[in-house]
């Protein structure tokens, strides 16, 4: 594992070093188009479960645009922890959250040394890698087994009637199945949201739950 995604993650964080040196502390420096499409993103994430006192995992955490949402609007006074790629990312977080821990951590080569209530996922599977597939599976299967109730995450839909060069489209079928097959009977896929009103919808989100029952892992 240590060595089959190491040029994608090499290539993800001089990407988004790149856009924050750009950008700096924007919505365009995540790669997202503005602050109100972001915050669209974050209340389907934060449906996940009632996070306001729980241990959450900020996976993919940018400049820490989530915790600003979560303190804002649910009242979020549980233990945060963001992990990113990017160590220009994780030292903006520092310098603008005090108290707040954020490691600059590859989890597919360093593990994962801690459990969470939540893990959230925002915007990490979209970028066109060497194997995407592959990628988001290895991350996921990596993460939730670190999860106490909850994990969400969210994916650019192979249903659209148009495909962005660079960006990766997943069946999200095939998401939802991986997830119900190897992670955990207890999966809810939401595609029913628009990101920007009077347009198709072009994302899913898929809230994956421990309910202590273990899938059946047979799919391919």
């Not at 669209?40 to 915790?67: P, Q, S, W, Y």
């Not at 233990?79 to 977080?93: F, L, N």
């Not at 949201?193 to 799919?219: D, H, M």
Request: aromatic content about 12%; glycine content about 8%; overall charge negative.
């Amino acid at each position: 594992m240590s060595d089959i995604f190491e040029e994608d993650i090499l290539h993800l964080s001089r990407h988004y070093s790149g856009l924050l040196a750009r950008h700096g502390d924007s919505p365009q420096a995540v790669q997202w188009a503005d602050a109100a499409t972001q915050e669209n993103r974050m209340c389907i994430l934060t449906e996940v479960g009632d996070l306001r006192e729980a241990k959450v995992l900020d996976f993919g955490c940018g400049t820490g645009h989530l915790l600003s949402f979560l303190r804002e609007n649910i009242g979020f006074h549980g233990e945060y922890v963001g992990y990113d790629i990017s160590k220009e990312m994780v030292a903006t977080c520092r310098q603008k959250f005090s108290g707040v821990r954020f490691e600059a951590l590859d989890v597919l080569t360093q593990g994962i040394p801690e459990d969470f209530d939540y893990v959230l996922i925002n915007g990490v599977f979209n970028n066109l890698l060497s194997d995407n597939w592959g990628f988001m599976t290895a991350l996921l299967s990596r993460l939730f087994p670190h999860v106490r109730r909850g994990m969400v995450f969210n994916a650019l839909s192979s249903y659209v009637d148009y495909k962005s060069p660079g960006l990766f489209y997943v069946n999200p079928e095939r998401v939802f199945r991986y997830c119900k097959e190897m992670l955990s009977p207890c999966v809810t896929l939401r595609h029913d949201y628009q990101i920007k009103l009077g347009i198709v919808p072009f994302e899913f989100t898929v809230y994956v739950y421990s309910c202590g029952i273990a899938p059946k892992k047979s799919i391919n």
